[in-house]
């Protein structure tokens, strides 16, 4: 359904499918929702509108909450786990690839390099950083271990 | 040309050689580092940097070709490392994080296959033969050539050159930090069961997903990187996700074969002040540098200058 939807706003639907999805429109709830987000993304690829910033970033962040991160070289090829993508899917990849500058866009990366800094200071130091470094390098076993108690 | 005299060409040829493979003293690194993967022994080390110390046993097998080692810390919480020479698995506390690390250089594995790359940032010398572990170890002082880099002394077991001792010091001869075994016994057969007993691989899956700190390597740069400290090379990239943002930030790890330094492009979100200047904490020092939106760390246990010049090389 969501493929159709998009298609409708990227122009790629014939007239008997609108006439259907129209329907659909009228008797589904969740039809009018995704209908109004495409609606969104469309006129934002055509710079008709203000993005409504607040409802439509939550649900990014929901979705991108949802996804299951992978780890490379784990995932076990044609386990049930595995995605297979025809093409088919494009025009939804299409508005999935919207989405994601949307959602940069949502997080405000900063790349004003007037920005004033400020002098380093210990506390200043994320500890990520510092395990990500001994992680990766640490011939000490101890800091190595220490990474694993700073991921709870 | 009689055969005596081909014969005895050949023989000066021979002698030629064996001369200059023993002459060579840079050949007990490599003797040293091949060691360090290929024997099989178990034991006690002590380790100590500035901040802390710890005992930890140790049992490292060559078992078909393949590396296995079983780490087991004795001091504080209980956590092991398992590595079976691909990947690295820390189980802390009923935890089980995976790692992965390109080199496995934890001790006594500290040196690297290549020795050429040493050859040209430190000074070898021999030092006296000591007694470590109940076994007899030559000492073999690295000392840098610039102020890039510390100093490094290893004792190596003068039987089968595996490290036995580690000390690392900085230009003034302070001790940065240092392993030792206190026992250690070889040529004990293991069977592979010994490494995995205690860690259960089918819940690596279950466990991905929550894990904060996965990893993906990357082939995108959209930095370069100018002149860098003589030897450094990068072997390592790897991207992550940063905590509670969606976004990425980026590790680049460079290494002379025995120094490592971790040069880290970080996004600023809105909000946070960028901080530029230099830090020590415990033995690692930090340097951090601002520029287009982007915060860079450089982190090493290196000299200050080293982490200065890594932070000022990027450019975007």
């Known amino acids: 359904m969501n493929e159709k939807i998009s298609s409708l706003f990227d122009s790629e639907i014939n007239n008997k499918e609108v006439d259907t999805l129209l329907s659909k429109k009228n008797k589904m709830a969740g039809v009018r929702s995704s209908m109004s987000d495409y609606q969104i993304i469309s006129d934002v690829m055509k710079k008709n509108t203000v993005l409504p910033k607040n409802n439509l970033t939550d649900k990014i962040m929901s979705a991108i909450d949802k996804e299951p991160t992978q780890m490379g070289g784990l995932t076990k090829v044609n386990s049930s786990n595995t995605a297979t993508i025809s093409f088919d899917m494009w025009p939804v990849l299409a508005s999935l690839a919207v989405l994601v500058v949307i959602a940069s866009t949502a997080f405000n990366i900063e790349v004003n390099s007037t920005s004033q800094s400020q002098l380093l200071a210990k506390e200043d130091i994320p500890q990520e950083i510092i395990s990500a470094h001994h992680a990766a390098t640490a011939n000490n076993m101890n800091h190595f271990v220490q990474v694993g108690d700073s991921a709870q | ?316």
């Open chain 2, 1 to 316: 040309m009689t055969l005596f005299k081909k014969l005895f060409t050949l023989l000066l040829l021979v002698l030629s050689f064996a001369s200059s493979a023993m002459d060579d003293p840079w050949k007990i690194l490599d003797n040293s580092a091949k060691a360090s993967h290929k024997l099989n022994y178990e034991g006690i080390f002590h380790s100590q940097t500035s901040s802390e110390s710890n005992s930890t046993h140790i049992i490292h097998a060559n078992i078909d070709k393949k590396e296995y080692c079983l780490l087991k810390m004795l001091d504080g919480a209980p956590s092991e490392v398992f590595s079976d020479g691909e990947m690295v698995y820390v189980k802390s506390q009923n935890r089980l994080i995976i790692k992965k690390r390109k080199n496995q250089f934890l001790f006594p594995s500290i040196l690297p296959s290549d020795i050429d790359n040493l050859k040209a940032n430190y000074h070898l010398l021999f030092g006296e033969k000591k007694r470590i572990a109940d076994r007899m170890a030559q000492l073999i002082v690295l000392t840098a050539k610039d102020d890039f880099r510390f100093n490094y002394h290893i004792w190596i077991d003068e039987k089968n050159f595996l490290p036995l001792k580690l000390i690392v010091t900085n230009n003034k001869n302070q001790t940065i930090e240092q392993s030792s075994f206190t026992t250690i016994g070889f040529n004990k057969v293991f069977n592979k069961d010994i490494f995995q007993k205690n860690i259960d691989l089918s819940k690596l899956y279950e466990n991905q997903n929550k894990n904060k700190f996965v990893e993906n390597y990357v082939s995108n740069k959209f930095w370069n990187l100018k002149k860098l400290p003589s030897g450094f090379k990068e072997v390592d990239l790897i991207s992550r996700r940063v905590n509670g943002l969606n976004i990425l930030d980026y590790q680049l790890i460079f290494s002379d074969g025995l120094a490592y330094v971790s040069l880290f492009i970080r996004p600023i979100a809105r909000g946070t002040e960028p901080k530029e200047g230099v830090v020590t904490i415990g033995s690692t020092n930090i340097s951090a540098r601002y520029q287009d939106g982007y915060q860079i760390m450089s982190v090493g246990m290196v000299p200050a200058e080293t982490v200065s010049t890594f932070s000022g090389a990027i450019e975007f």
